[in-house]
T-cell receptor
Framework: AQTVTQSQPEMSVQEAETVTLSCTYD???????LFWYKQPPSRQMILVIR??????QNATENRFSVNFQKAAKSFSLKISDSQLGDTAMYFC?????????????FGKGTRLSVIA | GAVVSQHPSRVICKSGTSVKIECRSL??????MFWYRQFPKQSLMLMAT?????????EQGVEKDKFLINHASLTLSTLTVTSAHPEDSSFYIC????????????FGPGTRLTVT
């Protein structure tokens, strides 16, 4: 079974600064996706970024980027130029395979507060 | 992006009654549906997986006779909580998956269930 570990229950960052959220996972699978999801107070899950395991290049989406270390099974999220709207719960998630028909395994989440 | 609706968004019911939650994929066909449950300040936990026209597969510890899942069409799935008790109070999130999406999991906005 796969497990996802987020070791930082809460973090805070000053507006415009950079913050990194940690995530490690455990799996024996070779084919998988990794995701970061944002859950604001509305509780709607919002995809932040995804990474295919076969890609060595780290994924980036505007101010969001990941540091994917496959051998170490590490998948951290860096948020640059933090904005007040980034305040939310952030979940790291693992999906086995590439079909989209397997469920996500979530970490426990990190609550990020962006301070003005 | 894909549009997913859930109804109701929140519901309060008395202990012993049943509640039905609907999840609709509005602009795509969901061949697979995942139902997650999120207790306060916790992560999302998979309850069950269903494929259109087939019986749902439940995760260990989830009572199939209590949480009835129907996935009768490619655009509609329902979760019925039967004989609800206060410990069933939670946030329920559906996640339809389209066969061609490959890597993205879509999420409904969730239903907050409170059992009094």
């Amino acid at each position: 079974a796969q497990t996802v570990t987020q070791s930082q229950p809460e973090m805070s960052v000053q507006e415009a600064e950079t913050v990194t959220l940690s995530c490690t996972y455990d799996t024996s699978e070779n084919n998988y996706y990794l995701f970061w999801y944002k859950q604001p107070p509305s509780r709607q899950m919002i995809l932040v970024i995804r990474q295919e395991a076969y890609k060595q290049q780290n994924a980036t989406e505007n101010r969001f980027s990941v540091n994917f270390q496959k051998a170490a099974k590490s998948f951290s999220l860096k948020i640059s130029d933090s904005q007040l709207g980034d305040t939310a719960m952030y979940f790291c998630a693992f999906m086995k395979g590439y079909s989209g028909n397997t469920p996500l395994v979530f970490g426990k989440g990190t609550r990020l507060s962006v301070i003005a | 992006g894909a549009v997913v609706s859930q109804h109701p968004s929140r519901v309060i019911c008395k202990s012993g009654t049943s509640v039905k939650i609907e999840c609709r994929s509005l602009d795509f066909q969901a061949t697979t549906m995942f139902w997650y449950r999120q207790f306060p300040k916790q992560s999302l936990m998979l309850m069950a997986t269903s494929n259109e026209g087939s019986k749902a597969t439940y995760e260990q510890g989830v009572e199939k006779d209590k949480f009835l899942i129907n996935h009768a069409s490619l655009t509609l799935s329902t979760l019925t909580v039967t004989s609800a008790h206060p410990e069933d109070s939670s946030f329920y999130i559906c996640s339809p998956s389209e066969a061609t999406s490959g890597f993205e999991q879509y999420f409904g906005p969730g239903t907050r269930l409170t059992v009094t």
